[in-house]
């Protein structure tokens, strides 16, 4: 069955130190893989895609086919990344993990 | 177009009721997707279009629910005899079905009590 996994519900850091949200993926063959976010009372939306591999808010995630994972990184965290996070993979239809809220500390 | 639109925004009924939520998608976005969303939890997928084809349905959906999207535009979705636990988000996305462009955008989602 399609997965994916986030093994952390919380993730609380001091500004300006490294962060990384974990996401793992079960799915048979290659599914396109994104990072969602969500900000207090807003709508979620896209951070980034496996495909673009780009950067986006200091935001990077690198796709590891053989550990089958698509961390995402920032080397440092600022207050206004406090959000939930939620990986999702798609072929054809889109699933979402269970998402990590991310506490950035002053 | 400014984005995707569901109706209503707040929804509170009572067990045994029948309610319909409505999803506009932006408009050139040929795929729509439907997800319920409680506190604490990522959005737990239960269907998708391509179009007006109901593509695929989560098998944790009950029987209750059912979505149409007639036209290929708005969708409804429909939850028969409702039960305290259908309380949740109702959350809509949108996309195009393109290599280049995937995005989903997502409403701001029809909040459901059943009292």
Known sequence: AQRVTQPEKLLSVFK?????????????????????????RQRLQLLLRH???????????????????????????????SAMYYCAGSQGNLIFGKGTKLSVKP | DT???????????????NVTFRCDPISEH????????????GPEFLTYFQNEAQLEKSRLLS???????????????????????????????SSLNSYLDTEAFFGQGTRLTVV
Not at chain 1, 18 to 38: I, R
Not at chain 1, 53 to 80: C, M, V, W, Y
Not at chain 2, 30 to 41: A, H, S
Request: net charge positive; hydrophobic share 25%.
């Open chain 1, 16 to 40: 300006g130190a490294p962060v990384e949200l974990k996401c793992n993926y079960s799915y048979s063959g290659s599914p396109e893989l994104f990072w969602y976010v969500q900000y207090s």
């Open chain 1, 51 to 81: 495909i673009s591999r780009e950067s986006i808010k200091g935001f990077t995630a690198d796709l590891n086919k053989g550990e089958t994972s698509f961390h995402l990184k920032k080397p440092f965290a600022q207050e206004e990344d």
């Open chain 2, 3 to 17: 984005g995707v639109s569901q109706d209503p925004r707040h929804k509170i009924t009572k067990r045994g009721q």
């Open chain 2, 30 to 41: 040929n795929r729509l997707y439907w997800y319920r969303q409680t506190l604490g939890q």
């Open chain 2, 63 to 93: 029987d209750r629910f059912s979505a149409e999207r007639p036209k290929g535009s708005f969708s409804t979705l429909e939850i028969q005899r409702t039960e305290q636990g259908d309380s949740a988000m109702y959350l809509c996305a």
